[in-house]
């Protein structure tokens, strides 16, 4: 509907400031009950996002002060001031110390959210919340020599923050500037407004600060090379099917957390709005972990036996992921094997069972990019909820989107691009519109080692060492 298309993408094109000019001048007087029902809905669609918005909040109690002294002469107004009054005790429970100051969130959390090996596999479903503005981030920053501080600061902090935090702890002089160094040594330098930049590292990217004119001196960490051993033996004890579930129940907890507006700010900019898109940074990281998984495990098999077992599992795994629809693993997986360092291995795939290279051939299949994924979109097209969409995707579909059309035109809104925008929202409030319930295998014999295990992965993500690991096992024919 146009209004739900509204409060999808209004933040695009009008401040909270205007939007409560507006709504609350035009509407509140003449059409009372439109009004609170436009709040609830809002509300409903927004969620906590309405909630940390002290523009939207004041406009509410504002809102039902109103209706206070309206209720003298409309007294069936009481049923919209209690539903209004119930979100407002809302606000204060989610705005309240007790409830987000105290929260830390840790360097472990953010890379990799590690969790005790002992929990339950449900458990962390059901009471994980997102990672909101103030949570208190707890990091490192490096050196140059690779000494480094760790900081405690809020998750919405600024570069310029992290700069002035930093340099009065590691007594640097003026001018300093942040930067994140790879695995393969590249430098990606932070402007002083960016925002979130800890969820935003690549997988085994760190945090460095230094004077600009000693930029080219940094060097990556050997910890950043990844591991040197493989997991196959651990992998082989593991019910393939076991692993999809443990990796489909984490991978909705992320999908989850992510609140829609999130892509916006990711799509638009986060310095824009200035709010922090930490939830979906960490889903978004998920594929990346994932799919470099997949290719680091490969390489670090030397037997070819034992490679083509472990190969047989992974196109095993794509495929229960597929059944649980978590397509956004099933994609990770197979572009995983379709890596270049793993595709090359002749010797490995001849070895595969026929039945499983064309399984595996049909999965390529639906990956096809060929007229704009069809093939992908199709097969979501069949599917219920709920949905672990290809999130890479869908963030494609809105820069395209943002890109190829004007947010105005003669300063009036561009209602196309609103629609085309919200399209896209509305397919991820689709897949998530019905709880997650699956069954736990019956295979399944090491619950808490296999979820332990699947939400610490360790991975190569320097494909220049990928590339001689794959040429190592099978040396290129001349």
């Given at each position: 509907t146009f209004l739900q298309d509204f409060l999808l993408t209004y933040i695009i094109f009008m401040s909270d400031e205007a939007l409560n000019d507006q709504e609350a001048v035009d509407f509140m007087l003449s059409h009372k009950k439109g009004v609170v029902h436009f709040v609830l809905e809002w509300y409903n669609i927004a969620g906590d996002a309405f909630l940390e918005s002290p523009v939207a909040?004041?406009?509410?109690?504002?809102?039902?002060?109103?209706?206070?002294?309206?209720?003298?002469?409309?007294?069936?107004?009481?049923?919209?001031?209690?539903?209004?009054?119930?979100?407002?005790?809302?606000?204060?429970?989610?705005?309240?110390?007790?409830?987000?100051?105290?929260?830390?969130?840790?360097?472990?959390?953010?890379?990799?959210?590690?969790?005790?090996?002992?929990?339950?596999?449900?458990?962390?479903?059901?009471?994980?919340?997102?990672?909101?503005?103030?949570?208190?981030?707890?990091?490192?920053?490096?050196?140059?020599?690779?000494?480094?501080?760790?900081?405690?600061?809020?998750?919405?902090?600024?570069?310029?923050?992290?700069?002035?935090?930093?340099?009065?702890?590691?007594?640097?002089?003026?001018?300093?500037?942040?930067?994140?160094?790879?695995?393969?040594?590249?430098?990606?330098?932070?402007?002083?407004?960016?925002?979130g930049v800890t969820t935003s590292l690549s997988l085994n990217g760190r945090l460095f600060i230094t004077p600009l004119e000693h930029l080219d001196a940094l060097t990556p960490l050997p910890e950043q090379e990844g591991p040197s051993t493989g997991t196959s033996n651990t992998l082989e004890m593991m019910s393939t099917k076991e692993l999809a579930f443990h990796m489909t129940l984490y991978d909705w907890e992320l999908f989850s957390c992510v609140h829609e507006y999130e892509l916006i700010y990711h799509v638009f900019g986060p310095a824009k709005f200035g709010y922090i898109t930490a939830n979906l940074d960490l889903f978004l990281r998920r594929f990346n972990e994932v799919q470099y998984w997949v290719v680091t495990e490969m390489l670090l098999v030397t037997n070819v036996s034992k490679r083509v077992q472990l190969l047989r599992k992974f196109i095993k795994l794509a495929s229960h992921c597929k059944e649980f629809q978590n397509l956004h693993s099933f994609f990770a997986i197979v572009m995983g094997l379709s890596n270049i360092a793993v595709s090359r291995l002749s010797q490995t795939w001849e070895k595969l069972p026929g039945k499983l290279k064309k399984l595996f051939e049909e999965f390529e299949t639906i990956m096809d990019p060929s007229r704009n994924h069809r093939v992908y979109r199709l097969t979501v097209a069949k599917m219920l909820p709920p949905i672990i969409p290809f999130m890479p995707l869908l963030m494609k579909d809105m820069t395209f989107t943002h890109e190829g059309n004007k947010t105005y035109f003669d300063s009036l809104v561009n209602f196309e691009k609103m629609h085309m925008i919200a399209q896209t929202l509305r397919t991820v409030i689709y897949c998530r519109s019905h709880?997650?319930?699956?069954?736990?295998?019956?295979?399944?014999?090491?619950?808490?080692?296999?979820?332990?295990?699947?939400?610490?992965?360790?991975?190569?993500?320097?494909?220049?060492?990928?590339?001689?690991?794959?040429?190592?096992?099978?040396?290129?024919?001349?």
């Amino acid at each position: 509907t146009f209004l739900q298309d509204f409060l999808l993408t209004y933040i695009i094109f009008m401040s909270d400031e205007a939007l409560n000019d507006q709504e609350a001048v035009d509407f509140m007087l003449s059409h009372k009950k439109g009004v609170v029902h436009f709040v609830l809905e809002w509300y409903n669609i927004a969620g906590d996002a309405f909630l940390e918005s002290p523009v939207a909040t004041a406009f509410l109690q504002d809102l039902i002060q109103s209706i206070e002294e309206d209720m003298q002469l409309y007294p069936l107004l009481a049923a919209e001031h209690s539903l209004l009054s119930n979100i407002y005790t809302s606000e204060k429970t989610f705005s309240s110390p007790s409830r987000s100051s105290k929260r830390k969130v840790t360097h472990s959390l953010i890379l990799s959210r590690k969790v005790s090996a002992k929990s339950s596999p449900n458990t962390d479903v059901h009471r994980k919340r997102p990672i909101k503005a103030k949570d208190e981030n707890i990091f490192k920053v490096y050196c140059a020599d690779h000494t480094y501080s760790t900081l405690r600061l809020p998750m919405d902090s600024t570069v310029a923050d992290i700069i002035m935090s930093a340099k009065d702890k590691l007594c640097l002089g003026d001018d300093p500037v942040l930067c994140e160094v790879k695995s393969n040594g590249e430098r990606v330098l932070f402007k002083d407004d960016d925002i979130g930049v800890t969820t935003s590292l690549s997988l085994n990217g760190r945090l460095f600060i230094t004077p600009l004119e000693h930029l080219d001196a940094l060097t990556p960490l050997p910890e950043q090379e990844g591991p040197s051993t493989g997991t196959s033996n651990t992998l082989e004890m593991m019910s393939t099917k076991e692993l999809a579930f443990h990796m489909t129940l984490y991978d909705w907890e992320l999908f989850s957390c992510v609140h829609e507006y999130e892509l916006i700010y990711h799509v638009f900019g986060p310095a824009k709005f200035g709010y922090i898109t930490a939830n979906l940074d960490l889903f978004l990281r998920r594929f990346n972990e994932v799919q470099y998984w997949v290719v680091t495990e490969m390489l670090l098999v030397t037997n070819v036996s034992k490679r083509v077992q472990l190969l047989r599992k992974f196109i095993k795994l794509a495929s229960h992921c597929k059944e649980f629809q978590n397509l956004h693993s099933f994609f990770a997986i197979v572009m995983g094997l379709s890596n270049i360092a793993v595709s090359r291995l002749s010797q490995t795939w001849e070895k595969l069972p026929g039945k499983l290279k064309k399984l595996f051939e049909e999965f390529e299949t639906i990956m096809d990019p060929s007229r704009n994924h069809r093939v992908y979109r199709l097969t979501v097209a069949k599917m219920l909820p709920p949905i672990i969409p290809f999130m890479p995707l869908l963030m494609k579909d809105m820069t395209f989107t943002h890109e190829g059309n004007k947010t105005y035109f003669d300063s009036l809104v561009n209602f196309e691009k609103m629609h085309m925008i919200a399209q896209t929202l509305r397919t991820v409030i689709y897949c998530r519109s019905h709880p997650l319930q699956l069954e736990v295998p019956s295979t399944a014999k090491s619950t808490a080692d296999t979820k332990h295990y699947i939400r610490n992965l360790q991975v190569i993500d320097n494909q220049r060492i990928l590339t001689q690991l794959s040429h190592k096992l099978e040396p290129r024919k001349t």
